[in-house]
């Protein structure tokens, strides 16, 4: 079986999670039920009121660094690619991911908590080099287990008129603040995670690690 690739634009690859131009829907109107965050004609689905995007991979322009979070989510909880979209395999140290490389930080990466999904293996040279702006920065890592009970998106202050609050942050699931976030992405935290080379998958040194 050929390995996946992922969609091109321009010559450049497009990860799977990228918004195309079709996709943008203007923010209908917010409004307060029962004491939470609403937008009018979305439901609140499992406690989460998730910002609105149109389903139309691979039609406009690609816009990069911009995130599409129905398909971000897909990827957090079925455990696809974020840059081809396919599954990812796991192995005995677990699910392949990319995640910025903070080597010297105390505990890094484990307790990780992150809003990209994972990447398989063909895809994360492609990813490091040419899908991302921090080229360079990023670290290959197996991930034994995989907590998704995070929202990522933006907080409202609490009220008749809801007005955005802060930049986005991360709630986690049981959090009242959960009432007043427009959520954009699923943030997962990361356990039981072992650094790796990305060209061989095998696990590096911890001096390594420790840089
Ligand atoms: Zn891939």
Known sequence: MPAPK????K????PYISVWSSERIELPKLTVVSGALALRGERRAAGVLWKPWRARLGVGEPALGDVHGPRQREC????LCQVCGCQVVRDELGWPWLLEDDRGQDGWPEREVTTHPPTCETCQPVAQVQ???NRGRFASVRVGRVVTDGVYGQMYRPGARPMPVGRERVVFA???GLRWMLGGQIAATLLDVTV???RTQAPV???TVRG
């Open 6 to 9: 992922p969609l091109r634009y």
């Open 11 to 14: 010559g450049r690859p497009v």
């Open 76 to 79: 957090m909880l079925r455990k």
């Open 131 to 133: 899908c991302d702006p």
């Open 174 to 176: 049981g959090d009242p």
């Open 196 to 198: 790796v080379d990305m």
């Open 205 to 207: 040194s911890q001096e």
